[in-house]
């Protein structure tokens, strides 16, 4: 994708539709990527955190979450198509799974939304293959890298809220092949 850079962040000039599609296609294809859905409390997080935006930086696609952004783009004559939120791609990308048996794993929110969730994605997307499903208070990280690291899903969401979600991701995207995303608060949405 061609990019729009606001805040010096490179936001990719596509469709939700489009975007959807390529992150597709390089999950069958086993390519790593790292999203991150930059919301307007993330770019002005990392405007203001150098050590955040080259976390966020190191991303292969960053997404325009917000009509702040959008308006952004269009001050500067470099008009964005669409919002790409997290949670929308996140849904897009479950239904997905579920009609190709896809596998994720999900790492995030709290023990009671995670309880709810374990109920909750079998009924809702029946053939998702649910590598693994974590609570995001955990101390140490080190089990359930092993644990993604054993089971080799296709996506890993993490639902652990910025700035701590993309720094789980960055650290630990390597560790599989397939696609690592930071969803915010969408578990909690999702549970409900
Ligand atoms: N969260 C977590 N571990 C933490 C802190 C937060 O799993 O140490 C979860 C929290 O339960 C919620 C999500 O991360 O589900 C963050 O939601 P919030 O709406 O605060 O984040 P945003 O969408 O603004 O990034």
Redesign the pocket.
Known sequence: FSTVTVLDLPFVKTTAANFQQTIQQRIIAQQNTFVVTA?P??VMYAHHNPAYKQLVQSADFITPDGIGILDGAKILKQPLPERIT?FDTLIRLLQWASDNHRSAYFV???PE?IAALKQKLPRDYPGLIIAGIH???FKDDTAIIADIQRTQPDMVFA????P??EEFVATHRHTTKGLWM?V?????VLAG
């Open positions: 919301n409390e993330i997290g995030g929110a709290k939304v609570d995001g208070y639902a652990l809220g910025f701590k979600q930071g915010g608060g969408s578990f909690d």
